[in-house]
């Protein structure tokens, strides 16, 4: 099969489009014949350094992965061959495992390839009206806004949320569910053309952070009220801002950190004073998949697609991202 696979640290030098052999299943796993996959900030970050444990050089990435069931471990019930299927490429440990949980794409291989093997328990059946770039561009983002705002982020109808990143894929999963709910949001970013396609998605408001001060912005927007949320993936550029911005009592959702690891908190007696609770997304659970896995089925959610092309293209895709260049997800069809 064609596969991209990576064979160093560093930057497009580190991949190669070559062939190598189709995997082997496991008693529980199926092979998955690709038909779309989509790309995320974590390919480009392993590119560069490891971050998942468990990681391993040769590395084939591609997370977000969905396609048809070819063929089917011992197992496995055989009547899912030729089956439609997304796959949730969140592979949990085993109960009172110490080994790290598996991630496709992550820390195995992933759909950057013709083929991908997966545990049958992480496939969700594909309705014939979702096509498979919308699919691909659904799971790892859509799962994690879903957790980030309406799991450990509890927002509610008639409430604020604010959403950094104007180029982000998470920012506009934000603002659709967000939206879903009732809520309100208000995105901050820098890329002018970015925000106002954020407003035609359905953000509330939509603030310049290069010309106009985040906090005082949220102020006049909530009557100097606050937000009631944050969802914070940027990371160090943006978390002061971040504290700032958020309404007594309210809750900061820490979901990335692109912009740095390092981040700083003016006031801690403000923090206290305000009872503010800052939250570590974490890894979304499968019930955060299916509950978004619904509502993109449903037509709840709609992932939007900047650009599609075949496995060639994940070097320039990858260096697209980099630029910041797309509005939406960009997705290879192998």
Sequence with gaps: MRAVVQWCHGGPEALTLESVPVPRLA????????????????????????????????????????????????????????????????????????????????????????VCVVPASNLHALP?????????AFPTVYSTAWRSVLGVGELQAGQWVLVHGSSST????????????????????????????MKDLGADVVVDNTEV????????????????LVVDHVGGATFAASVGAVARGGR?????????DTARIDSLSGLHHKGIQIIGCGSYSPEDFRL???????????????????????????????????????????
């Design 170 to 197: 998470l920012t506009m999963a934000v603002v659709q569910i967000a939206g879903m709910v009732g809520a309100r949001t208000l995105v901050a970013g820098r890329d002018a053309g970015h925000l106002r396609r």
């Design 27 to 114: 008693p529980h796993e199926v092979l998955v014949a690709v038909q779309a996959s989509g790309l995320n900030r974590l390919d480009l970050t392993q590119r560069e350094r490891p971050i998942l444990q468990g990681f391993r050089l040769p590395h084939i990435a591609g997370m977000d992965v969905t396609g048809v069931i070819m063929e089917a471990g011992t197992e496995v019930n055989s009547a899912h061959i030729g089956q439609r299927v997304v796959v949730d490429p969140n592979v949990p440990a085993p109960a009172g495992s110490e080994r790290a949980r598996t991630v496709i794409g992550g820390n195995v291989p992933g759909g950057f390839a013709e």
């Design 213 to 228: 001060d985040v906090v005082s912005a949220v102020s006049r927007v909530t009557s100097g009220r606050g937000v009631d």
């Design 128 to 136: 014939d009206f979702v096509p498979p770039e919308v699919a691909a």
């Design 292 to 334: 978004a896995f619904d509502a993109l089925c449903s037509g709840l959610l709609a992932p939007v697609i900047a650009d599609v092309g075949g496995l060639d293209c994940v070097v320039p895709f990858q260096e697209r991202i980099l630029r910041g260049e797309p509005f939406g997800k960009l997705v290879v069809l192998p």
């Design 252 to 260: 900061i959702v820490v979901a990335g950190n692109v912009s740095g």
